[in-house]
């Protein structure tokens, strides 16, 4: 990669799945470095990770060269091996069933089309220093929704 690549990590928790849940990005140019996170009351694991790095992707400001990391397989290989199936196959997976998360998917696939993004699969929890802060920013971004949950439970 040149040192125009702009080099995301992102990362998705959840607290039950479904359960509450947080999603978090870092995204690294040039020195400069930008953290991004959230989450919702009520979500799956697999939606977290997805909208990390839609959230990510959407976050560039000018076409880019990307190189997003990310510990989900899920998301890796739905974008880079089964998405233009599940497209020309009108969002049914291979055993005909209706694609899961199909609105992130699609939300996904949008935001991708304006760069050039290079997908790397790194394992989770184990050292690398983007990918564990792409966890912490998760789980940040999942406490507020998981101190709801809470108080919605008593």
Not at 46 to 62: G, P, Q, S
Not at 97 to 117: G, T
Not at 133 to 140: G, H, I, M, S, V
């Amino acid at each position: 990669m040149s040192e125009n690549t702009v080099v995301v990590y992102t990362d998705g928790a959840c607290s039950g799945n479904p359960g509450p849940g947080g999603w978090g990005a870092l995204l690294q140019y040039k020195g400069q470095v930008k953290e991004l996170c959230g989450g919702e009351l009520e979500t799956t694991n697999n939606r977290m990770e997805m909208t990390a790095a839609i959230e990510a992707i959407r976050a560039l400001k000018r076409r880019s060269v990307v190189e997003l990391h990310t510990d989900s397989n899920y998301l890796k290989d739905g974008i880079t091996k089964w998405l233009d199936g599940w497209k020309r196959n009108g969002w049914k997976t291979a055993a005909r069933q209706p694609v899961k998360n199909q609105d992130l998917w699609l939300a996904l696939d949008e935001a991708v089309s304006r760069h050039e993004i290079h997908w790397k699969w790194v394992r989770g929890h184990a050292g690398d220093p983007g990918n564990e802060r792409a966890d912490k920013l998760a789980n940040k971004g999942m406490e507020e929704f998981k101190k709801r949950a809470r108080a919605g439970a008593k």
